[in-house]
């Protein structure tokens, strides 16, 4: 039995871990590129458009000043990119560059060349998939037609000054990041963005949105407040589904616990029925016998408790260390658009050894109770007799 529940003890610890590593890498990793938090017009969701800022832009900037949380503001809008022989539909992404360094990944992913710099608006950067669809490289030009905000026509010839990726399967397949003050010079518009991102550590993420919610409430309602997990409602529900998928697992793997714990015990129980008898005969009251043989039941699942966490402990400071590397099997992996890395790294989480033990314990005790009855059931005379 210590075997028993030594070995569902550790496997139940590492493989949380292993989901809990995955989640939170996965979240970080997200949110290292689109912000914990996004800020749009409350139509810009829907519209996608160019003629839908936010107004109050300066008021959630203050605010994230004030409270020492790193901040992007974007511009979007979409086009026809073309160069010397093809042509494509592409998605203008402007940002001011030293905000996009202080507060995403995204400057950190240039593959080939530079970042976008103010000190060069024309210099472009291209995802790697539209690079490779253009047959685009470093100081190729690209000729953008699209529709200005006064309805006048957007063109302008840039040149590649770098190619990006990966970030996520419509970024790499379609963006294309420029300066916005290049942006507001193309497409003719004012200073109001179309989005504004924030990053800050996870503890800090609702408290900061509160007071966000709370600053759009007195400006109206007029905008719309998304933390990351809004913002990408499949992702969630795919973690909300391995959530379910963790708990199927302890299920299966307590009812596999506690079918081999009972049978051991029930062996246990008929192979000392004359020990019980004898005990009965000297005097020892039926739920003495009850409370002892669940007793010994946890006294020894405790042991394999003990032992569990022996070996999960190493493992998972393995894993989290080293990890596990899954790319000769899955190169890449992308749900939803989103890019997971292969090479998988688990979580210590010190609830885990919390809860995983006294789950233990618990079915431990449950299923105890049957082979206790049945000492309580055991007849005197003939358990003296038995074997």
């Keep these: 039995m210590v075997v028993a ?6 496997l139940i610890i590492v493989f949380q871990s292993l989901i809990s590593g995955f989640i939170f890498k996965t979240e970080d990793d997200l949110t290292d590129i689109i912000g914990k938090i996004a800020v749009r017009s409350n139509l810009f969701s829907d519209t996608n458009s160019i003629y839908e800022p936010i107004l109050a832009n300066e008021s959630y900037i203050a605010l994230a000043e004030s409270e020492g949380i790193s901040y992007s503001v974007r511009s979007y809008a979409s086009g026809l990119g073309s160069s010397d022989t093809l042509s494509t539909g592409v998605a203008i992404v402007a ?11 995204v400057p950190n992913s240039v593959l080939q060349g530079e970042f976008i710099s103010d000190d060069d608006p024309k210099g472009i950067v291209v995802g790697r998939v539209l690079a490779q669809y253009l047959n685009l490289s470093l100081g190729s030009e690209l000729v953008f037609l699209g529709s200005a ?7 302008e010839i840039y040149h590649v000054r770098g190619i990006f990726g990966p970030l996520n399967e419509e970024s790499d397949r379609v963006a294309v990041f420029m300066p916005r003050i290049e942006f507001q010079d193309l497409f003719r ?11 800050m550590p996870s503890v800090a993420l609702e408290p900061f949105y509160d007071k966000l919610v709370a600053l759009n409430g007195e400006l109206g309602n007029v905008d ?20 379910g998928f963790v708990y199927l697992y302890v299920v299966i793997f307590g009812l596999a616990v506690a079918i081999g714990i009972l049978n051991l015990m029930i062996i246990s129980v008929n192979e000392r029925i004359r020990e019980y008898a ?3 005969a000297l005097g020892t009251r039926p739920h003495y016998l009850f409370i002892m043989t669940s007793l010994e039941a946890l006294f020894v699942s405790s042991v394999g408790i003990v032992v569990g966490i022996a070996i999960a402990i190493p493992i998972n400071v393995y894993i989290k260390i080293v990890g596990i590397d899954f790319s000769n099997v899955l190169p890449v992996v992308s749900l939803g658009g989103v890019y997971f890395d292969p ?10 050894y919390i809860t995983v033990p006294l789950s233990i314990m618990g079915i431990v005790l449950v299923t105890s109770l049957y082979p206790a009855w049945k000492v309580l ?7 003296l007799q038995h074997g």
């Design 149 to 155: 905000y006064d309805g006048s026509f957007a063109n």
């Design 278 to 280: 004898i005990m009965s």
């Design 95 to 105: 940002v001011n560059p030293a905000d996009e360094s202080s507060t995403t990944v």
């Design 5 to 10: 529940v030594a070995i569902a003890t550790a």
């Design 377 to 383: 059931r055991i007849d005197t005379v003939r358990g």
């Design 224 to 243: 719309e407040i998304l933390r990351w997990y809004e913002s990408n409602p499949s992702l969630n529900q795919m973690f909300q589904l391995l959530d």
């Design 189 to 199: 518009t004012n200073d109001l963005p179309h989005e504004i991102v924030f990053n």
């Design 343 to 352: 090479l998988l790294y688990g979580a210590v989480v010190p609830s885990l």
